[in-house]
C-alpha cells in the first residue's frame, strides 16, 4: 500500500504537521482563488505559514523562517 494514501480510499485523512503544513491525503479537486480547479492525488500540502510562493501549497518555507504552529 503506497503510505501517500489513505488506508481506506473512501476516507480522506487530514494531518496537521507540527510546525509544518496542513497534509491532506486523497484524491482532491481544489478551486483555487482564480477559479481554476486542480486535482491533486495522494498526499497534498497547504500552507499554513503563509510564506509559500505556491499559495495555497506549500513549498517548504516554513522551515527557512522557523514557523511555529
Known amino acids: 500500500m503506497n503510505e501517500n494514501q489513505p488506508k481506506d480510499p473512501c ?7 507540527n ?3 496542513l497534509k491532506i491525503k486523497g484524491n482532491l479537486e481544489i478551486q ?15 500552507c499554513r505559514c503563509g510564506v ?9 518555507s516554513h522551515r527557512n523562517i522557523e ?3
Open 52 to 60: 509559500s510562493k505556491i499559495k495555497p501549497f506549500c513549498d517548504g
Open 11 to 17: 476516507i480522506t485523512e487530514i494531518i496537521v504537521a
Open 32 to 46: 483555487l482563488a482564480s477559479g481554476e480547479i486542480v486535482t491533486k492525488e495522494g498526499t497534498t500540502g497547504f
Open 19 to 21: 510546525n509544518g503544513p
Open 67 to 69: 514557523f511555529i504552529g
